[in-house]
T-cell receptor, first 112, second 110 residues
Framework: SAVISQKPSRDICQRGTSLTIQCQVD?????MFWYRQQPGQSLTLIAT?????????ESGFVIDKFPISRPNLTFSTLTVSNMSPEDSSIYLC?????????FGPGTRLTVT | GQQLNQSPQSMFIQEGEDVSMNCTSS?????WLWYKQDPGEGPVLLIA?????ELTSNGRLTAQFGITRKDSFLNISASIPSDVGIYFC??????????FGSGTKLNVKP
C-alpha cells in the first residue's frame, strides 16, 4: 500500500487566480495520477504523471489549464490555472503499485 | 473509453441487513477493485481481485471477480451505520489505466 498526503486540504479562491496542489507519497512510485471529482460524481482522470517525462492528459484536459510537475518519485504538483467557478471540485492524487491504486485525501477547491 | 455500469445507484437499508452491488463492463479486465469513499475523504481500497472467479473477503465484505472477467460484485453482510458512504468499483486492464463505476451510495438506518 501507499500513504498519500495532499496540501492544501481545501481552499477558496477567486476566479482568474491559480492554485497549486501538492501530493506527497511515503514511498517511491513510478505512476501518479490526478483526478477530479465533481460533487456526487465519479472520478475523472485528468492526467498521468510519470517521473522524468511529460504528463499525459486525458481528453478534455490541457497542459495550459492543468500544468503538472513530477520532479521525483515521491512528489507531484497539479496547478489549476485561471480558475473559474466550473473548476470547483475535489482534486485527488493517486498512485498505482502492483495493480492497485491508492488515493490521497483530496483537495476541496471552491472558486468564487 | 471503457464503460463501467455500477448498480444500484443508491440503497437505503436497515442496520443488520445484507447489501449487494455490482459492476459490469463491455470489455474484460485483468483486475477489479472496490473502494469506499466517506464524505470529505479520498476513496479507500477495500478489496482487490486478480483472477477470474476469485472470491475474496475482508471482514464483512466479500467480492468476486466474474468468470467472464466483465463483471464483479461486492457484498456487505450485517450492515452497520459506519458502512454509510459511496462505494466505487474500478477495473484495470493494463498497468496505467483504471476505469471507475459511477458509484453506489449506501444509506444505513439504525
Amino acid at each position: 500500500s501507499a500513504v498519500i498526503s495532499q496540501k492544501p486540504s481545501r481552499d477558496i479562491c477567486q476566479r482568474g487566480t491559480s492554485l497549486t496542489i501538492q501530493c506527497q507519497v511515503d514511498s517511491q512510485v513510478t505512476m501518479m495520477f490526478w483526478y477530479r471529482q465533481q460533487p456526487g460524481q465519479s472520478l475523472t482522470l485528468i492526467a498521468t504523471a510519470n517521473q522524468g517525462s511529460e504528463a499525459t492528459y486525458e481528453s478534455g484536459f490541457v497542459i495550459d489549464k492543468f500544468p503538472i510537475s513530477r520532479p521525483n518519485l515521491t512528489f507531484s504538483t497539479l496547478t489549476v490555472s485561471n480558475m473559474s467557478p466550473e473548476d470547483s471540485s475535489i482534486y485527488l492524487c493517486s498512485v498505482a503499485t502492483t495493480g492497485e491504486q491508492y488515493f490521497g485525501p483530496g483537495t476541496r477547491l471552491t472558486v468564487t | 473509453g471503457q464503460q463501467l455500469n455500477q448498480s444500484p445507484q443508491s440503497m437505503f437499508i436497515q442496520e443488520g441487513e445484507d447489501v449487494s452491488m455490482n459492476c459490469t463492463s463491455s470489455s474484460i479486465f485483468n483486475t477489479w477493485l472496490w473502494y469506499k469513499q466517506d464524505p470529505g475523504e479520498g476513496p479507500v481500497l477495500l478489496i482487490a481481485l486478480y483472477k477470474a472467479g476469485e472470491l475474496t473477503s475482508n471482514g464483512r465484505l466479500t467480492a468476486q471477480f466474474g468468470i467472464t472477467r466483465k463483471d464483479s460484485f461486492l457484498n456487505i453482510s450485517a450492515s452497520i451505520p459506519s458502512d454509510v458512504g459511496i462505494y466505487f468499483c474500478a477495473g484495470q486492464y493494463n498497468f496505467n489505466k483504471f476505469y471507475f463505476g459511477s458509484g453506489t451510495k449506501l444509506n444505513v438506518k439504525p
